[in-house]
């Protein structure tokens, strides 16, 4: 299966910017769907954006469309999130997904299979 491990988390000023990545072994495949969701304490977890990994069309969440930035490294095996004009409502712990059986683009967390353990990013204002 596909291991995902996500980095680049870290505390930032309202207005900065940071980068996330999510390296995974063993390969992707190229008919998968990546994903990047967030998760505050309390809440469900939250859909941000989703790459298709052999085209690199992309989608976002209405709430960072415009800010942030998904794409890919298609020979590293590895997936990005940069976030520009970062807000305190950014705040969260960011997952790396995968969904190996896509249909098209979902929002839906329970349709992706494979998770990374999270990397956190605070914004403070």
């Known amino acids: 299966q596909v291991q995902l491990v996500e980095s680049g988390g870290g505390s930032v000023q309202a207005g900065g910017s940071l980068r996330l990545s999510c390296a995974a072994s063993g390969g992707i495949s190229t008919y998968y769907i990546m994903g990047w969701f967030r998760q505050t304490p309390g809440k469900e977890r939250e859909f941000v954006a989703a790459i298709s990994w052999r085209l690199g069309s992309t989608y976002y969440a209405d709430a960072v469309r415009g800010r942030f930035t998904i794409s890919r490294d298609y020979a590293k095996n590895t997936m990005y999130l940069q976030m520009n004009s970062l807000k305190p409502e950014d705040t969260a712990v960011y997952y790396c997904?995968?969904?190996?059986?896509?249909?098209?683009?979902?929002?839906?967390?329970?349709?992706?299979?494979?998770w990374g353990q999270g990397t956190q990013v605070t914004v403070s204002s």
């Open positions: 997904s995968a969904d190996k059986n896509p249909s098209g683009w979902t929002e839906r967390r329970y349709d992706y299979d494979y």
